[in-house]
């Protein structure tokens, strides 16, 4: 029996609301009978991307962040030490309020193998360069603090030193490696998943400086400004690969409930709706991705795809 189309999975984006949303899709292909055969991702996508292709079971890793304390990722400096660097110091070398140690550990915890290239699937997170301020796809070396890297939020934390280089969370460059697996890997599809907040215009600051944590929301303004070239607006559009291969790129733009700084409540909800949005997205386009992936392209394939997810709303 010869084996079916290869999909790879890009996951975006979308700080911890992206964390429960990713785990929420990834649940919905592994139900649906999706086969992954590669996976990049960025910021809370790089980290919930390296964790799966590491070959760690995805219920397990559900179980983990339905229960995990703050304590567990977020380490912020005291408030005498705070003090200390804005005040006395003036902040000078003063780059994050919380070190990336607690993180990488919680990471590497979670993992269920130290390296990229012993992943069970392909695997590559992006990162910014702060040296060079150039985009940074890793592939090789020890994963928990490549994937820490690329999640490493700007003022929340300290920015990841790794062979002599720093880096910090790949939104501040790219939403999402979209071109980082499809052609390496001949792949025949590619779904992305998108769930970076829209805060764009004075609508999207205006509700920022109205929740809790309006500095992370603020942050998420700065972030995810950026409208990337993929998007349509629609809960799913497919695109042309943009590196030539001719590859389709499903992408799915989810409506997911709101969650806030830091993650105490509300990510199972999340996690839940990211998964029932991607079943019914996905549901009437399971027989051209699973036997001729070129067949997305057929508009029909999409205005049913449309129609069952508005009859599921």
Not at 26 to 47: F, H, N, P, R
Not at 155 to 172: F, H, N, W
Not at 226 to 248: D, E, F, I, K, T
Request: hydrophobic fraction near 40%; proline fraction near 7%; charge should be negative.
């Amino acid at each position: 029996m010869s084996e079916g189309p290869r999909i790879g999975v890009v996951l975006s984006s979308g700080g911890g609301r992206g964390v429960y949303a990713h785990t929420g899709f990834l649940l919905a292909l592994q139900k649906m009978g999706i086969q992954v055969s590669g996976i990049a991702g960025c910021s809370a996508g790089a980290l919930v991307g390296g964790v799966v292709a590491s070959g760690t079971p995805l219920p397990h890793w559900a179980e983990t962040i339905a229960r995990v304390r703050t304590a567990e990722y977020w380490s912020p400096d005291g408030w005498s030490r705070l003090v200390w660097q804005l005040g006395v110091n003036k902040g000078r070398g003063y780059t994050g309020l919380s070190d990336t140690a607690t993180a990488v550990d919680f990471v590497r915890r979670n993992l269920a193998v130290r390296n990229f290239e012993e992943c069970a699937i392909p695997f590559y997170s992006m990162a910014m360069n702060l040296s060079t301020g150039a985009k940074t796809i890793f592939s090789s070396g020890e994963l928990a603090p490549r994937i820490m890297a690329s999640a490493a939020m700007p003022v929340l934390y300290r920015p990841v030193l790794i062979e002599g280089e720093s880096y910090t969370d790949g939104a501040t460059i790219e939403l999402a490696p979209s071109e980082a697996i499809c052609c390496k890997h001949e792949l025949d599809a590619l779904i992305l998943h998108h769930t970076a907040v829209n805060r764009a215009g004075r609508n999207g600051l205006t509700r920022a400086v109205s929740r809790p944590w309006s500095l992370v929301e603020i942050l998420y303004v700065l972030l995810y400004r950026q409208r990337p070239w993929y998007l349509s607006g629609q809960p799913l559009s497919v695109q042309p690969c943009p590196g030539g291969c001719g590859a389709p790129i499903m992408v799915l733009e989810p409506t997911l409930p709101d969650l806030n700084w830091p993650l105490s409540v509300g990510g199972p909800e999340v996690q839940a709706a990211a998964m029932s949005q991607a079943e019914q997205v996905l549901e009437p386009c399971m027989a051209a991705l699973l036997s001729e992936p070129q067949r997305l392209f057929e508009s029909s394939t999409l205005t049913r795809s449309e129609e069952m997810l508005g009859e599921g709303c």
